[in-house]
T-cell receptor
Framework: GAVVSQHPSWVICKSGTSVKIECRSLDFQATTMFWYRQFPKQSLMLMATSNEGSKATYEQGVEKDKFLINHASLTLSTLTVTSAHPEDSSFYIC???????????????FGAGTRLSVL | GESVGLHLPTLSVQEGDNSIINCAYSNSASDYFIWYKQESGKGPQFIIDIRSNMDKRQGQRVTVLLNKTVKHLSLQIAATQPGDSAVYFCAERGGSYGQNFVFGPGTRLSVLP
């Protein structure tokens, strides 16, 4: 299947600093990428939908200025957590939608996730 | 603030037995469903999908059943192996959700030796 690479896999930062997380589709072009947040023992919560070349669409309750999303190319989307605080500590997961021609359908493939720990 | 944590339902099965993981979905207009497997500290992995015009689909050792009448989805794993231990999520798409997937709460599958 398609590969989505997410980097870094784990980041520890001081409160007040900003952290950038990259999401790359390695062997396909993804016009749409998604960013999720997952707390321990909970399900994935969609934060925003990112379309290449346009502004991201944020879910209700997600602060746009806090979680900056850039989707500058068909293979790269970034999530920047600005002025991170301990309550932002979580597991952040990106996914990219790929058209699987042989199956004639779109499937979402996920990155391995980034664990953010804010001290 | 941080959400109140929910305890994931847990299913424990003996190695070699069959597992059935259930999921109730919410949107009657959803037209596409996927089961994902998530191992600890990793991102979700696609297992199998099913469209709403089907009620059963089989993969390798896995079968997904869809009951639209009661909005219920199940994942059956045959001859469960230790490597199957993970959290399993169902995801629905369509209707008011558009092209976005909405994930269920997840079920933790533990395979006992």
């Amino acid at each position: 299947g398609a590969v989505v690479s997410q980097h870094p896999s784990w980041v520890i930062c001081k409160s007040g600093t900003s952290v950038k997380i990259e999401c790359r589709s390695l062997d396909f072009q993804a016009t749409t990428m998604f960013w999720y947040r997952q707390f321990p023992k909970q399900s994935l919560m969609l934060m925003a939908t990112s379309n290449e070349g346009s502004k991201a669409t944020y879910e209700q309750g997600v602060e746009k200025d806090k979680f900056l999303i850039n989707h500058a190319s068909l293979t790269l989307s970034t999530l920047t957590v600005t002025s991170a605080h301990p309550e932002d500590s979580s597991f952040y997961i990106c996914s990219a939608r790929a058209l699987v021609r042989s199956l004639a359908k779109n499937i979402q493939y996920f990155g391995a996730g980034t664990r953010l720990s804010v001290l | 603030g941080e959400s109140v944590g929910l305890h994931l339902p847990t299913l424990s099965v003996q190695e070699g037995d069959n597992s059935i993981i259930n999921c109730a979905y919410s949107n009657s207009a959803s037209d596409y469903f996927i089961w994902y497997k998530q191992e600890s500290g990793k991102g979700p992995q696609f297992i199998i999908d099913i469209r709403s015009n089907m009620d059963k689909r089989q993969g390798q050792r896995v079968t997904v059943l869809l009951n639209k009448t009661v909005k219920h989805l199940s994942l059956q794993i045959a001859a469960t192996q230790p490597g199957d231990s993970a959290v399993y999520f169902c995801a629905e798409r369509g209707g008011s959700y558009g092209q976005n997937f909405v994930f269920g709460p997840g079920t933790r599958l533990s395979v006992l030796p």
